[in-house]
């Protein structure tokens, strides 16, 4: 498979180290590649690091909701690779709240770890890229940048803004030889999913209703695709938002 992907030696920095973060670093160690994950928590990263098969993965603690941050973040992972070519986000926050819940304090904050983040990384990352003439910028989005959820304004907003920023990149990029896309779960089986669920028991059965596939998704059904868009078999794929949601935005 690691020859398929041609992943095996390539330089990947993953933004964020969280459930799905973590399986993307593994899927990506497993694929041969060298990684680099960046999370605001030293904890996190600790306990990716000591996971078995982590021994080579390096990390770095940086808050990447500024500018500076986001720069200077990039450019230090670059460097401890020795280069760059791949680059995933997957740094979000959300908190489902009515409309009139949120201050602005909490657009703010929205705007800066799901968005600012993004932007700024993308930059830092898609220059070297340009210049070596070769890369993959994967964003994660969501289905609820497509769809008008409830409870999920300022996370709609950031995700749906994420969508339209992946086109232009990929515009902008494409005669370069740099790929930028986006993948868009639906309802995952994440530790963040869990925590909201134990919260709302009522919401998996309702929730479950609204997928076709009657049933949430698994971590290796997003950590495959993700692969494959980075790989050398997606080199014709550009400015695409790939939905994995077992159906949920066809209905």
């Known amino acids: 498979m690691s020859d398929w992907l041609g992943l095996d030696g390539a330089r990947v920095i993953v933004a964020g180290a969280g459930t799905l973060g973590a399986a993307l670093v593994e899927g990506f160690t497993g694929a041969g590649a060298q990684v680099c994950a960046i999370d605001v928590s030293e904890e996190r990263l600790s306990e990716l690091a000591s996971a078995d098969g982590m021994s080579g993965v390096r990390t770095l603690a940086a808050d990447l909701s500024s500018a500076t941050g986001s ?7 670059r460097q401890a690779l020795g280069g ?20 602005p304090a909490d657009w703010e904050r929205f705007i800066a770890v799901n ?35 409830q409870k999920h304004g300022p996370y709609a907003a950031t995700k749906g803004a994420i969508n339209q920023l992946t086109k232009v990149m990929a515009h902008e990029y494409a005669a370069d030889g740099v790929t930028v896309n986006a993948v868009a779960p639906g309802y995952m089986e994440t530790n963040l999913t869990t925590a909201y669920l134990d919260a709302h028991p009522e919401e998996r059965a309702r929730l479950l209703t609204l997928i076709p596939a009657g049933r949430f998704g698994q971590l290796h059904e997003v950590v495959g ?7 050398r078999q997606a080199s014709f794929v550009n400015g695409q938002v790939i939905y994995i949601d077992g159906g949920r935005t066809v209905v």
Do not use: C, K, W
Not at 116 to 130: G, V
């Open 225 to 231: 695709p993700v692969l494959f868009l980075a790989s």
């Open 71 to 77: 720069t200077g973040a990039i450019e230090g992972a």
């Open 115 to 149: 968005l600012t983040s993004a932007f700024f990384t993308a930059q830092a990352a898609l220059e070297p890229m340009r210049a070596q003439g070769h890369g993959r910028v994967v964003f994660f989005s969501s289905v609820a940048g497509l769809m008008g959820h």
């Open 84 to 103: 760059l070519d791949v680059f995933v986000h997957g740094v979000g926050i959300n908190d489902r709240r009515p409309i009139p819940e949120y201050s």
